[in-house]
């Protein structure tokens, strides 16, 4: 039923860019927030990046000017393009969904329960 799935991780050097995609199932984005979230080795998960139902956005500080975060309701997909990667960058990134009403204008990181399987970014030269 409901899904979610990362896709567009790799392997890319410092300075490079990657765009993250997360693609939905079962359900609709209009009525969701979706986050961006990454946990590194020996690291606590960190939430990065949302959008909410009503498409407003937040962004944690290590990435705000770098990250962006987007949506395309006819495709059911959420984006994250990662601009200006650092070593630091280098994690799992997950995307997860909590449940929102419509046009709601706020998103945080807390909360979440559905959650996708994860898609490796390494930031290395």
């Known amino acids: 039923q409901l899904q979610l799935v990362e896709s567009g991780g790799g392997l890319v050097q410092p300075g490079g860019s990657l765009r993250l995609s997360c693609a939905a199932s079962a359900f609709a984005l209009n009525y969701h927030a979706i986050g961006w979230f990454r946990q590194a080795p020996g690291k606590e998960r960190e939430g990065i990046s949302c959008?909410?139902?009503?498409?407003?956005?937040n962004y944690a500080e290590s990435v705000k000017g770098r990250f962006t975060i987007s949506r395309d309701n006819a495709k059911n997909t959420v984006y994250l393009q990662m601009n200006s990667l650092k070593p630091e960058d280098t994690a799992i990134y997950y995307c997860?969904?909590?449940?929102?009403?419509?046009?709601?204008?706020?998103?945080?990181?807390?909360?979440?329960?559905?959650w996708g399987q994860g898609t490796q970014v390494t930031v290395s030269s």
């Open positions: 959008i909410s139902s009503g498409g407003n956005t």
């Open positions: 997860a969904a909590i449940r929102q009403g419509a046009q709601f204008r706020l998103c945080a990181f807390g909360g979440y329960y559905y």
